[in-house]
């Protein structure tokens, strides 16, 4: 079995508050939603069975359908189709990151 060391509440979701810090301002800096990304992955299982498990559970699943999307998105392009697609891409993964991010400051698990 795999031996898992829980961390305090607290701890994890100053790396939660982090992990989507970091996820909002990839917009700005490329390559920052990939830090936190491995984030969420290696603080997923220290927190199971608390509301933070949902949190970077929300934000590895946003990362991945994000990362899907924009790259269909990309190939469309071509027919210029894409371009909206785009745009529309960013609103929603900025609308997902900061509704998770309000729901964590309420300490409240994303459902």
Same mark, same amino acid.
């Given at each position: 079995m795999e031996e898992?060391?829980?961390i305090s509440y607290d701890l994890g979701k100053k790396m939660a &508050?982090?992990?989507y810090a970091l996820c909002l301002t990839q917009f700005f800096i490329? +390559?920052?939603g990939i830090v936190g990304l491995i984030i969420a992955y290696i603080h997923k299982k220290r927190v199971k069975g608390t509301i933070? !498990?949902?949190h970077f559970? +929300?934000?590895i699943?946003?990362?991945w359908i994000t990362f899907v999307l924009e790259f269909i998105c990309i190939i469309l392009c071509l &027919?210029? &189709?894409g371009y909206l697609g785009l745009i529309g891409l960013f609103i929603w993964q900025l609308y997902m !990151?900061? +509704?998770g991010l309000v729901k964590l400051l309420d300490n409240k698990a994303i459902i």
């Open positions: 898992v060391d829980n &508050i982090i992990s490329p +390559f920052l933070l !498990y949902s559970k +929300f934000q699943k946003i990362f &027919i210029l &189709i !990151y900061i +509704f």
